[in-house]
């Protein structure tokens, strides 16, 4: 049997009991390690669980799945992924594989940020798409994302941002020449994904086209959910571009049509004064 296990949002105790069963008794237990990350290291997870991890990175799962799945068909293999199994589409891919070799599958579910989200405040079936928002360079600036997030705010729902990360990860040039040295981790902050959209929301307004959002926009910052450090925090589009909310993992929420409840507790996280007002001015 092959399993795709959540482990959760945070640290080692987060995993399900049955998920742990099944890390207990497998063969082969793979981390994977590159889509999310917990806020423990691999050697943290091997204490708690009392066995050996092999990680996983991207190049393992996308281009050598068969050795991950080797093995599989007669013994229990288990993959083990940040927040719930099915939050990325490799995983999916990875699924698909297997079933295609003959071998069983079965998916033990965890928390992910799609559905703890909701301890900002805000009500998970008032939210539209999931939006990804990359790290731009100096020659690749997409815009893609803004157009999903004005699609939601036209029927009046949320926008849950997922943040960039980058792990393990190769310049272009090395990339280009086949070396294998790769660019130091990564991770996409609440700060600079707002600056990214400021930017943007620049864009179309010296284009003449008629904004959906601005800098003036209701957001959510959110950071570690789920972990006893985590921050939220409640403001403008440009309030985001200035926030500190330290660590890894954080996300961004637009806020779209507010039931009262909602509102009422969004005011619970305000940055300050001016936030209070917007929440004031929205109702």
């Keep these: 049997m092959f399993y795709l296990i959540g482990l959760g949002l945070c640290d080692a105790e987060d995993i399900t009991v049955k998920g742990l069963k099944i890390v207990k008794r497998a063969k082969k237990v793979y981390l994977e390690a590159y889509t999310s990350i917990l806020s423990v290291g691999k050697e943290a997870l091997e204490e708690f669980y009392g066995r050996e991890l092999l990680l996983a990175d991207r190049e393992a799962v996308e281009q050598n799945s068969d ?18 199994p099915f939050g990325a589409t490799t995983h999916t891919d990875l699924l698909l594989r297997a079933k295609e070799k003959g071998i069983k599958t079965k998916a033990i579910h965890n928390a992910s940020i799609i559905n703890a989200i909701g301890c900002c405040g805000l009500q998970l079936y008032n939210f539209g798409e999931v939006v990804s928002i990359v790290i731009w360079t100096d020659s690749w600036k997409p815009e893609s994302f803004y157009d999903k997030i004005v699609a939601n705010l036209d029927h009046g729902l949320h926008t849950l941002c997922l943040l960039d990360i980058k792990v393990k990860e190769q310049s272009v040039e090395n990339l280009l020449k086949g070396r294998k040295i790769y660019e130091p981790p990564r991770f996409m902050t609440v700060a600079e994904a707002a600056k990214q959209l400021m930017e943007i929301v620049s864009n179309r307004r010296n284009n003449d086209e008629t904004l959906k959002f601005d800098e003036k926009t209701i957001c959510v910052g959110v950071a570690r959910v789920g ?57």
């Design 67 to 84: 050795e991950i799945l080797s093995g599989a068909e007669e013994e229990d293999v288990a993959f083990l992924v940040v927040g719930d």
């Design 227 to 283: 972990s006893d450090e985590e921050q939220i925090q409640v403001g403008s589009l440009q309030q985001m571009s200035l926030v500190d909310l330290g660590g890894p993992l954080h996300s961004l929420v637009v806020v779209g049509r507010m039931h009262p409840l909602e509102r009422d507790l969004l005011r619970q996280y305000a940055i300050d004064e001016e936030s209070l007002l917007l929440l004031k001015d929205s109702s």
